[in-house]
């Protein structure tokens, strides 16, 4: 298993960033870590649907996201809006889609990331399609997925690996296993040892790095692009991670799991081992992390009121929201609304 920096935030290999970067990521996981727990908070107010929390599993999705460019796709589902959050997806709008608002599945114009998945394992045929248009295309713009470990006990995975083998799509495939899916634990649900090896069925390469550890996924996932982008094919990337909160705002995990377990994640903390390593570089005190805490909470807290601030959806929002052009059916469907009522 790949790993650079070692939980106690102690380098073990190249640093794959210099430090002024370094303290951005830094920066992004804690902004994410805010935003987390501003949601998870919320929601238990009434004022979200259920959320998906991700507390633990930061380094992944920044480390990775880092990596692509502004107009490289993305295709993630319910549990990444750290992810989605560093290729352009506004807070704002993610929290509009915990609100059942349209606006929250309508990204920004310029921002090629699909709303988030719910449907475990679906979008990733998503991501094999967009990153095969764009080299039908002629241009070297590749697409990233997301997915946990329970994704990939579904058809759609092995659809979307072989079609990505096969056609040699710049796509990648980007794992995180926090070890459940939902109550499900992973030994429950497949037999291989580890879910990079699964690759090895299709072909492409399959690499496992520690999940926590931002260097790491930074390093894989910027071999697995730039591979992607030479048009050499598809790579899977296994982060081994762990969900430290529960499934969603209406789990309860320790129906399921030990909290001795969850206790021997802990000192695992993404942002903990990064937080030291800058320290150990004299580029880290308690005053930045104040500073970097406030301002990020502070964006925030703007989105929650911007979320909350949007006019409420019209009814004819279910038809405009659909398709760029409204097919026949639906403009029926409009017309027997209009004259028969709701
Ligand atoms: C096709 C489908 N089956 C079942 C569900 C219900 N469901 C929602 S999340 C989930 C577990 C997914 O686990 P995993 O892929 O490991 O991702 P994680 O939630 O851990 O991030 C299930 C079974 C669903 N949303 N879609």
Redesign the pocket.
């Known amino acids: 298993m790949l790993q650079i920096l070692t939980p106690e935030g102690e380098l073990v290999g190249d640093p794959p960033v210099d430090i002024p970067m370094t303290r951005r990521l830094y920066r992004a996981m804690v902004a994410a870590r805010l935003y987390d727990r501003k949601a998870t908070s919320i929601q238990k107010q009434g004022r979200l649907a259920t959320y998906?929390p991700f507390e633990g599993q930061e380094a992944a999705q920044v480390g990775s996201a880092a990596v692509l460019s502004p107009d490289d796709w993305m295709v993630a589902?319910y549990?990444d809006a750290a992810a989605m959050w560093m290729q352009g997806y506004p807070w704002e709008l993610l929290l509009a889609g915990r609100t059942g608002h349209e606006r929250g599945g309508s990204p920004p114009d310029h921002v090629n990331v699909l709303p988030p998945s719910?449907?475990?394992?679906?979008h990733m045929l998503h991501a094999v399609g967009l990153a095969w248009a764009e080299r039908m295309q002629g241009t070297d713009r590749i697409a990233i997925t997301y997915?946990?470990?329970?994704?990939t006990s579904?058809g759609d995975f092995h659809e979307a690996m072989n079609f990505a083998a096969v056609f040699r799509t710049g796509t990648v495939f980007l794992c995180?296993n926090?070890h459940?899916?939902?109550s499900m634990g992973i030994e429950g649900q497949m037999a291989t040892e580890t879910i990079a090896q699964k690759a090895g069925a299709y072909g492409i390469p399959g690499v496992r790095v520690d999940g926590n550890d931002l260097f790491a996924i930074y390093r894989a996932t910027s071999d697995a692009v730039e591979r992607a982008r030479r048009g050499n094919g598809p790579t899977l990337i296994e982060a081994v991670t762990y969900?430290l909160g529960p499934?969603t705002t209406s789990d309860d995990p320790t129906r399921y799991r030990l909290e001795e377990e969850v206790e021997q994640w802990r000192p695992r903390d993404p942002l903990e081992r990064v937080r030291r390593y800058l320290e150990t570089n004299q580029a880290w005190d308690e005053e930045w992390q104040k500073l970097i805490e406030g301002e990020e909470g502070a964006v925030v807290e703007r989105a929650v009121q911007l979320a909350e601030s949007l006019s409420a959806p019209d009814v004819d929002d279910l038809f405009d929201s659909m398709f760029a052009e409204p097919t026949s059916d639906l403009e029926n469907q409009r017309r027997l609304l209009e004259t028969e009522g709701g």
């Open positions: 998906a589902t549990r719910i449907t475990v394992g679906a997915f946990g470990d329970g994704a579904e995180q926090n459940y899916a939902i969900r499934h």
